[in-house]
């Protein structure tokens, strides 16, 4: 009987044919290219309901949008980044296209305020506190170490031997905190102004992790006006507030669609496992 599944590689004399790789390629990356795909569509309809149509320089100003947003990224590197992340030419136009058709989907939404600017000030050239962190998984670790640290031990030395943070290395060293960056936990930056250099806090519940965080030294103010970089400060709003708007209408649209299987190895792929 002859095989129909083409030939994509030769090892010797042995050949590779695609049906051979398959049930691994949907291991791998089944779900991801599924849910893309799905995305696509989706988009597509929304597009065709709305009479939006994107552009080719409308997709070249996603490309360059990413390049500017880092001044050390070149083309190449830009490449680089993509392929490491699993995406390949075809994966990266689909990328390009799809931010470009939900950037104009949401674009009549986006509205920058002085407010949001002015936020984005504070997020970006803020007061930030030099700080260590240790962090457990239970009350009773961090109730421990915060009284061994009042007994004197070494913040530094504790954060290294029982931190499970990735900053456990560097004796729980992490990048300054900015008082306005929700990235941070409200807790934890609600604690830093309230601490001297050299303090530490009581345990903070975040999650399901304690923190403790100490100030390591004086809180470091800005060096740049709200007027000197307000231009930056609007762009970086704006893009903030698109990205938030593009991840909703994305998500929305996601939950639109049904999907009927026909393919048990995508469907296995697609589903989420707790262990």
Not at 158 to 182: F, H, K, N
Request: hydrophobic content about 40%.
């Amino acid at each position: 009987m002859q095989n129909n599944s083409p030939v994509i590689a030769l090892v010797g004399t042995k050949s590779i044919r695609m049906k051979d790789l398959l049930p691994a390629l949907i291991e791998i990356g089944g779900k991801e290219a599924l849910d893309d795909y799905m995305l696509n569509m989706a988009i597509e309809e929304e597009l065709r309901n709305n009479s939006i149509v994107i552009t080719p320089k409308e997709i070249r100003a996603e490309r360059i949008q990413f390049l500017t947003m880092y001044n050390d990224i070149s083309t190449p590197n830009f490449k680089k980044i993509l392929y490491e992340k699993g995406y390949g030419p075809n994966r990266e136009r689909q990328l390009l296209w799809r931010n470009a058709a939900l950037r104009k989907l949401v674009a009549q939404d986006v509205k920058v305020s002085e407010n949001s600017v002015k936020r984005m000030y504070e997020i970006i050239h803020g007061t930030s506190y030099p700080a260590r962190v240790i962090v457990t998984t239970t009350h009773k670790e961090a109730t421990d170490i915060f009284a061994k640290l009042n007994r004197g031990a070494s913040f530094t030395q504790l954060a290294v031997e029982l931190s499970i943070d990735p900053s456990a290395s560097r004796g729980g060293i992490v990048d300054s905190i900015p008082i306005a960056d929700p990235i941070w936990p409200a807790p934890i930056r609600e604690a830093l102004p309230k601490l001297n250099v050299g303090e530490f806090s009581s345990p903070i519940f975040i999650g399901d992790r304690w923190i403790i965080v100490q100030v390591t030294s004086a809180p470091v103010p800005s060096t740049e006006s709200f007027e000197q970089v307000k231009d930056e400060m609007q762009t970086l709003a704006k893009l903030a507030q698109e990205r938030f708007l593009m991840e909703e209408i994305a998500a929305s649209l996601t939950k639109k669609q049904s999907i009927t299987y026909f393919n048990s190895a995508f469907e296995h792929a697609s589903r989420s496992y707790v262990d």
